[in-house]
């Protein structure tokens, strides 16, 4: 992300080959990570576009654990962005 910042929500849009049981998780360090969302299942299936809203977290860096696909052992996502809801 460049630098900590408050998120609450990461948007997926997923392809053709898409994650079927993943995790979120944010670091501020890349050594110590923290799970925001497990054990998610997409339930748009192909060419969707995915939200997924978790308590505020202050962080640096987001990664995806994709634990299996629909297809095969890859996952196709077109675009993967952190977000903030203003209240």
Known sequence: LG???????????WENAYGTDYDIQV????EEW???KEGLKNKNQIDSIEVI?????NARYIRMVCHCSNVNEYNNV???AALQKKN
């Open 53 to 57: 809203p978790f308590d505020r977290v």
């Open 27 to 30: 670091s501020n360090d890349k």
């Open 3 to 13: 630098k900590q910042i408050d998120i609450n929500k990461i948007v997926i849009t």
């Open 34 to 36: 923290k799970t925001v």
């Open 78 to 80: 077109l675009e993967f």
